[in-house]
């Protein structure tokens, strides 16, 4: 209806070409009994089977062993179908037409699995080295290929193959029933139903080895398959073949392209064949050479020349190679390498190479060799060449002149003859020994002449090698150090003359380099440091001597700085611990070493031991300890002495003035009072008398008249007031005599030190008021609320009374040089504070002036013991020393000043209450 049989029919003959080349062969014979209408087409006469055979064998029929326990065997109805003729041919042609390796392998691998029956096949080959490599394993999932030695190989039946390989026979194994010794690991392991290993011959040579497996089925590599896989194989060697020569030819002309050398292949003396270097080498394109003749290349003079020494040895030889001078299509020439073969065609292979560069080092090797024969004829050193075994091949002219040889007497061995006799064992030595250990020969020796004559040289020579590193011969030089050596001598005899001296030196000695490590020392030093000879020393630093580690720093630390100011340090006293474990005190003297240039090169110092010294140096000081001590001691005795004498007689004097004042001044003071009440009563009397005698009389009358007897009246009460106010003001002046001039008692008692500030100011209140040079000095208190605070009042009396005078002896000196109107304007004052600073149980008192203020220098020795600013006779300098002394020593308390110039000065007295 819509042609199902046909569709049919396409569907049942895929199914059985699929079964056929998978080996069922019941399924096979099956589909031919019920279906045989649908197979029609690609069923054939068995005759047609029997030809396919037998062309197959007759191309190529393998040498084949089966191993099996059975076998079975097909009807000969199946032949046709299962070995279609086409397919094979269709496989042949595919091989064939494949000319890459790797396509190749892939095609091959998957057409031996679709006409063989197996799920599993390997492919290997033979290498251009000649070992065995796995190319390819297919399954009929993929193709992968490889490159891996078949040697050990783990996914292959490797012991299989290897026979295979030797015996060139086709092996079929089925169920691995063998006797053959195969099997292997692999095989154990994997079980395969089906193995067959057929070798890939060309011209009776294997190439290769197909290794096929069906882990499935046995028996399916039949003889017919067999004959068609060996019949693919066939073809398959060719391919490979084919392949590989592809692959060299395609190398090879790609080598041939890339190569730096111009390739080129004439005929009749005309390109047929050029590489692009070729053309490039001569400035042209390809296609401007391809048929043009080589002649156009060379100039008519050059070319006359090839023709004349080249071509008659290229006909009798084939070759010929030398070198030219080409023609660019510029017309620039440029120099080449040319190399010429003779085919038997009659072709001529043409090769070329641009030498230019090599030619311009050739040329400036000539000139440097020009240059090297004129440098050896007028260099101060002998130069001479060796070959491997010591004969000497050249030697230069001042060579001769040191040795004392002729270039003739001294070629082979004949330079030996020039040595010293003492030095010719030692130089054989030494020569032989650098050869051995491939170092430069270097070693100073003698030459001595026929005459006796002795010159000392510096022999030194390397080996000189090919572009390839071997050692070809050697090239030396010589020195004549003759005056050096001389010099050296003399230089000797000076170092031992210097060496005895520094040694016979009463002083330790030593140098050292930049690092601080000694270069040498005399006798007296390694003996410090325990050595036996000064030689030791060399090379070793202060902390390899037996001094301690703080010591090698600190003599470490000086030499740096000696080096680093580049200057001296004289005078270091320093200790050092000897190699005895004695520690005693030296005193080092270190100056900077200089070269010929005046650059710092080390350190030169010597020391001395000045233990003695130092000892009676501490008992001086010692002695000088102990008289300042008493000095002090004295000066505070005196100070005490003074103060005590002062105060005792200033208080006797005080006391006596104030007690003659308070005797007649209280008489005064409290008759006053009687005074009062009397002339009250005779002022009553003479009112109550002018009540009774209105009328007193003429004389009475003149003489109230004469006393203004109202005016007295009223006048009286004033004067006896005043009178009592002027005795007031006496007794508390000599009450504050009294108060100022207190002995002191041996402890301290509690005091109100308002009060000693008062009764200062008091005494010297005559010296605040104004004079003719300055105006009165104005006295500001601000007293705090401080409690009594447990003293010696008298003592500190004074200090506020010298604390004072000082400043008012200061403004004093000040109105001697400011005017009158100056100080009216910035009137002179003392300002008094005291302070109760209960956190630090503490009464600060300040005594400030806004006068001239101190210089530094006569602050910092204000307190000094007999220092003064005031003139002679005018200071004893003991006024704040004693202040000092007491505030600070009796007192424990302290007294600062604080003064800048022109900014007054400011003294701070603090008294603590315990």
């Not at 005399?522 to 037996?546: C, H, S, T, V, Y």
């Not at 007690?659 to 009062?676: K, L, M, R």
Request: proline share 3%; glycine share 6%.
């Amino acid at each position: 209806d819509w042609d199902k049989v046909k569709v049919a029919a396409g569907y049942m003959q895929e199914a059985y070409y699929c079964y056929s080349r998978w080996g069922a062969k019941a399924k096979v014979a099956d589909l031919e009994t019920r279906y045989p209408e649908l197979l029609r087409p690609i069923l054939k006469p068995l005759a047609s089977s029997d030809d396919v055979l037998t062309t197959l064998m007759t191309i190529a029929e393998p040498t084949t062993s089966i191993h099996a326990s059975h076998r079975n065997s097909f009807g000969n109805t199946s032949l046709n179908q299962t070995f279609d003729f086409a397919s094979i041919l269709k496989a042949s042609q595919a091989l064939s037409g494949t000319i890459q390796l790797n396509e190749l392998l892939r095609q091959l691998t998957q057409i031996i699995l679709q006409n063989s029956g197996g799920d599993r096949c390997a492919l290997i080959l033979l290498d251009a080295i000649g070992e065995w490599q796995v190319r390819a394993i297919s399954t009929s999932e993929e193709a992968q290929l490889c490159n891996e030695p078949l040697h050990n190989h783990s996914n292959l039946p490797v012991r299989l193959i290897q026979y295979v390989k030797n015996i060139q026979t086709v092996i079929v194994i089925d169920d691995l029933d063998t006797n053959l010794p195969v099997i292997d690991d692999y095989l154990r392991q994997q079980q395969p139903k089906s193995v067959l290993c057929l070798p890939i011959l060309n011209h009776n040579r294997c190439v290769g080895i197909v290794s096929l497996e069906n882990s499935l089925t046995s028996h399916v590599f039949t003889n017919e398959r067999i004959l068609v896989l060996n019949f693919l194989c066939t073809q398959a060697a060719i391919s490979l073949e084919n392949s590989r020569l592809y692959e060299s030819v395609a190398l090879k002309s790609s080598a041939m392209e890339s190569a730096v050398d111009g390739m080129a292949i004439l005929e009749d003396g005309k390109y047929i064949y050029l590489n692009a270097t070729h053309a490039s080498l001569l400035g042209y394109e390809l296609h401007e050479l391809m048929g043009q003749s080589w002649e156009k290349l060379y100039s008519p003079m050059e070319l006359e020349r090839l023709k004349t020494i080249a071509f008659p040895t290229l006909e009798q030889t084939g070759q010929w190679s030398g070198e030219s001078i080409a023609l660019r299509k510029d017309g620039n020439t440029f120099a080449q390498e040319l190399s010429l073969s003779l085919l038997e065609n009659g072709k001529l292979i043409y090769i070329c190479r641009d030498i230019s560069d090599r030619k311009i080092a050739e040329e400036q090797l000539r000139l440097s060799e020009q240059r090297y024969a004129t440098l050896a004829a007028v260099v101060p050193v002998g130069i001479f060449r060796t070959d491997t075994n010591g004969h000497c091949t050249y030697v230069n002219n001042r060579w001769c002149q040191i040795a004392g040889l002729t270039p003739e007497a001294a070629s082979g061995y004949g330079w030996q003859q020039g040595l010293h006799p003492d030095d010719q064992d030692l130089i054989t030595a030494e020569w032989y020994e650098s050869v051995q250990e491939n170092r430069p020969f270097q070693l100073e020796y003698r030459f001595q002449r026929s005459d006796g004559q002795v010159t000392w040289v510096f022999g030194q020579s390397v080996a000189e090698r090919d572009s390839n590193g071997h050692i070809i011969g050697y090239v030396g030089t010589i020195t004549d150090i003759s005056d050096r050596k001389a010099a050296e001598q003399k230089l000797l005899e000076s170092q031992t003359f210097l060496k005895t001296v520094l040694d016979t030196f009463p002083l330790s000695v030593f140098w050292k380099d930049c690092e601080s490590r000694y270069i040498g020392v005399n006798r007296n030093f390694a003996q410090d440091a325990g050595f036996k000879k000064a030689e030791q020393i060399a090379g070793l630093n202060d902390f390899d001597m037996p001094w301690a580690e703080t010591e090698a720093e600190d003599y470490r630390a000086d030499d740096q700085e000696v080096m680093r100011l580049n200057t001296s340090k004289l005078g270091i006293i320093e200790t050092q611990i000897q190699a005895d474990g004695n520690q005693i005190w030296v005193e080092i003297n270190k100056l900077p070493l200089h070269d010929l240039d005046g650059n710092v090169i080390g350190v030169l110092g010597t020391y001395q031991d000045i233990s003695d010294r130092k000892r009676a140096e501490a008992a001086v000081l010692q002695k000088s300890q102990d008289l300042e001590k008493a000095l002090t001691e004295l000066q505070n005795a005196q100070l005490k002495l003074v103060q005590s004498e002062k105060m005792s007689a200033l208080g006797g004097l005080v006391a006596g003035v104030a007690h003659e004042i308070n005797n007649p001044t209280s008489c005064i003071v409290g008759n006053v009072d009687v005074a009062q009440d009397y002339f009250s009563d005779l002022l009553r009397l003479l009112d109550s008398y002018a009540k009774q005698f209105p009328q007193p009389g003429a004389d009475i009358e003149n003489e109230l008249e004469a006393i203004d007897l109202e005016y007295v009246r009223e006048d009286l009460p004033k004067l006896i007031r005043a009178m009592k106010g002027a005795g007031d003001r006496i007794q508390a002046i000599s009450t504050s005599l009294r108060t100022f001039s207190r002995i002191g008692k041996a402890t301290k008692q509690p005091f109100d030190i308002r009060e000693s500030l008062e009764s200062t100011l008091l005494i010297l209140r005559h010296r605040l008021k104004a004079n003719e040079h300055r105006p009165a000095i104005e006295v500001e208190a601000d007293y705090g609320d401080i409690p009594e605070i447990p003293c010696f009042p008298g003592q500190l009396n004074q200090v506020f009374m010298n604390i004072l005078a000082n400043a008012i002896d200061m403004f004093d000196e000040m109105a001697q040089q400011t005017t009158f109107n100056a100080l009216e304007k910035t009137p002179q004052k003392v300002t008094i504070r005291t302070i109760h600073l209960a956190e630090n149980n503490t009464v600060e008192i300040w005594i400030i002036d806004n006068g001239k203020g101190m210089l530094d220098e006569v602050k910092s020795r204000i307190f000094d013991h007999l220092f003064t600013t005031k003139g002679v006779g005018k200071g004893t300098g003991l006024g704040l020393a004693i202040a000092h002394q007491i505030v600070v020593d009796t007192h424990r308390g302290s007294l600062e000043v604080h003064s800048e110039v022109s900014q007054g000065t400011e003294f701070c007295i603090r008294l603590p209450f315990s």
